[in-house]
């Protein structure tokens, strides 16, 4: 028997068993090194199991046809990637909420230019855009990688958005945010969810603990002060939430005294109500927002 939904079934040794659609899934998780198992016989269940060393999946059964997981008002299809991804960031689930919570009056479905407008920097397969174009935004979904753009279009397909309101852009985003500071673009809300390492599609490295600082100051540059959101996530050693509120505070372009700043550590529960600590985030808007 399946279900839409997604579950952390177990953790520990430096893996995760979770369950799509009642599909068990084996894989690496560093975030659990320092774990042990709750019940190690639940892993014998698992269907699919992947290899970091080797970049490798392997089977015991196949990857169900149908495997989309309900989110905050939109569904993410879910299928195996060649890094060990499965094509959504479940711990985001608040993150969702949060973004679907200034929701506009307008649908997907009326002009791109009567809707506020949104930017997802390293979007992914593009669970971040979804909320947003459910809640009536008209988004720029940025991502480096080829294969996760054309993802985000399929997702938005499977919501039944033949011409959503997106501009899907294979960039890299440091480059796109300084050419739309250039054009005097506006967003009303931008997201990011940066790695702690990676490439941009011309080969440049990016590094979170040093891109992070000028890439946050230069989409200050992109928002009304008075009126916006501002939400980062991570998944790094090197920074957290404290060093992000900290920047936000010395920074000369906004006032954070008059803002609404919610910050803490992303998790998942497992079967045991066990926390699964994955991640910081940082969201900041204003009262009007």
Not at 45 to 64: E, G
Not at 147 to 170: E, Q, S
Not at 250 to 275: M, P, V
Request: glycine share 6%; net charge negative; with cysteine.
């Amino acid at each position: 028997m399946t279900d839409d939904r997604y579950r952390l079934i177990d953790f520990g040794d430096g893996r995760k068993l979770e369950s799509v659609c009642g599909y068990v899934i084996d894989r690496p998780c560093p975030a659990a090194a320092w774990s042990k198992p709750n019940n190690k016989t639940q892993w014998a269940s698992a269907s699919a199991h992947y290899d970091a060393d080797r970049k490798k999946w392997t089977y015991q059964s196949p990857w169900p046809d149908q495997s989309n997981v309900q989110c905050a008002g939109f569904q993410m299809p879910t299928a195996p990637t060649p890094f060990g991804h499965i094509g959504i960031f479940p711990e985001q689930a608040e993150n969702w909420r949060w973004l679907a919570g200034t929701k506009s009056s307008l649908s997907p479905s009326d002009q791109s230019d009567q809707l506020p407008s949104a930017l997802n920097l390293f979007g992914y397969t593009g669970a971040s855009t979804m909320a947003l174009v459910n809640a009536g935004y008209q988004v720029a979904h940025v991502d480096a990688a080829k294969p996760n753009v054309a993802a985000a279009g399929v997702a938005a397909t499977v919501n039944g958005w033949d011409k959503p309101p997106i501009r899907y852009l294979i960039d890299d985003a440091a480059k796109f945010v300084t050419r739309e500071i250039k054009r005097q673009r506006q967003y009303h809300t931008i997201v990011m969810d940066p790695p702690a390492y990676g490439h941009g599609p011309s080969g440049r490295a990016w590094r979170l603990s040093r891109d992070l600082w000028p890439l946050i100051d230069d989409c200050l540059k992109l928002i009304e002060p008075s009126d916006f959101r501002f939400l980062i996530s991570g998944h790094s050693a090197e920074v957290d939430e404290s060093d992000v509120l900290a920047f936000f505070e010395q920074s000369h372009r906004i006032d954070t005294s008059g803002l609404q700043i919610t910050s803490g550590r992303s998790n998942l529960l497992d079967a045991s109500d066990r926390s699964l600590d994955t991640g910081f985030f940082v969201r900041i808007e204003t009262f009007d927002s």
